[in-house]
């Protein structure tokens, strides 16, 4: 009797941890999808004539439900392509610099640089880093979570 017990307790256990560390997707599989989904749209929107043509060209959604963070976009520039000019209309519309965010802060890792601005009750980030390839940036758009 009592080894069953241990058996209940320790699957009980393993199922609230595996729920825990498996984001929204794990329970609510489709609200999360609709929610990401969301997400794209409105980055979309947010973005939307912004980005010089080469980087808009390369537009790409991502569905982050896997880690529950819900929907982002990401593009890819030239690596020589400086970061003024692939966030100059950003700046110019009044988002920030992410201070985190710039070469040499701590914090940073392979960043090249970041904007953000609030968007209704929510913050978007844009952050630039450098490619996998040595000829690339690679630059995300998300929500903060």
């Known amino acids: 009797m009592i080894g069953w017990t241990r058996i209940c307790i320790v699957l009980m256990i393993g199922t609230t941890l595996a729920t825990s560390l498996a984001g929204c997707s794990w329970i609510w599989p489709a609200a999360c999808i609709r929610s ?3 997400d794209i749209r409105e980055l979309k929107q947010i973005v ?3 980005f010089p043509q080469p980087v808009a060209a390369t537009l790409g959604e991502q569905n982050d439900c ?3 963070e819900g929907g982002s976009l990401y593009f890819n520039a030239d690596r020589s ?6 966030l100059g209309k950003f700046v110019s519309a009044g988002w920030e610099r992410i201070e985190s965010v710039q070469p040499g802060h701590p914090e940073c ?3 090249i640089d ?3 601005t609030k968007w209704g009750d929510r913050t978007v980030d ?3 880093s450098e490619g996998s390839s040595p000829v690339e940036t690679d630059i995300l758009v998300e929500f903060q979570q």
């Open 36 to 38: 990401a989904e969301e």
């Open 48 to 50: 939307q004539g912004k």
């Open 66 to 68: 896997d880690s529950g």
């Open 81 to 86: 392509m400086p970061s003024d000019e692939i």
């Open 109 to 111: 890792g392979r960043c």
């Open 114 to 116: 970041g904007i953000t």
């Open 126 to 128: 844009i952050v630039l």
